[in-house]
């Protein structure tokens, strides 16, 4: 598995090792000792999730105060533009961004800590989206982060106007979204 650090040393992009021939392929999706020498970290998966989006969906950014969740994820059919925002108020890279393309093809994963705000833009016609996370959901703690927060400045590859849920078009600014401490 090929690890590839980020301007965010905490965020980490995996690219698995992908056997192929006629037949199809086979590769490791997660494997608990290489994701602990790349990320010295040994991590408790407690929740897998799954979504289907069509394009120009962007969902997010969200995060949990509480309960706080790290995330693995990765695109099984389509392609999205994922994207990590550091939301520690003591961080160096606090209100930074990671943003990289994954997609079916390129099979590869990001890890998003806890502390983080998550999201996703659909570069596809459809996209299959997967997710372990570290913690459960707890929709009493979520929080989002507006998607186009000039402070941020995320460089979404926007096709028009982005189609939002109704909680993310309610996303508040850096300056007012809660912050991890």
Not at 25 to 40: D, G, I, L
Request: with cysteine; glycine share 6%; hydrophobic share 40%.
């Amino acid at each position: 598995m090929k690890v590839i650090k980020t301007d965010i040393p905490d965020i980490i992009i995996f690219e698995p090792k992908v056997f192929g021939d006629e037949r199809g392929f086979f590769f490791e999706s997660f494997n608990q000792k290489a994701f602990f020498e790349a990320a010295s970290l040994s991590i408790n998966f407690v929740q897998d999730n799954h979504s289907k989006s069509a394009k120009n969906v962007l969902r997010g950014l969200h995060y949990q105060i509480e309960h706080a969740q790290g995330k693995l994820v990765r695109v099984t059919q389509g392609e999205v533009f994922d994207v990590a925002v550091d939301m520690r108020a003591a961080s160096a890279t606090f209100g930074y961004w990671v943003g990289t393309n994954l997609s079916a093809e390129n099979k590869r994963q990001m890890w998003v800590p806890p502390g983080f705000a998550h999201g996703f833009l659909v570069l596809s016609d459809t996209a299959e989206f997967l997710y372990k996370t570290t913690d459960f959901y707890a929709p009493q703690h979520e929080c989002c982060l507006k998607w186009d927060d000039p402070t941020v400045n995320i460089k979404w590859p926007l096709q028009g106007e982005p189609l939002l849920s109704a909680k993310d078009n309610l996303g508040l600014s850096l300056q007012d979204a809660k912050k991890f401490y």
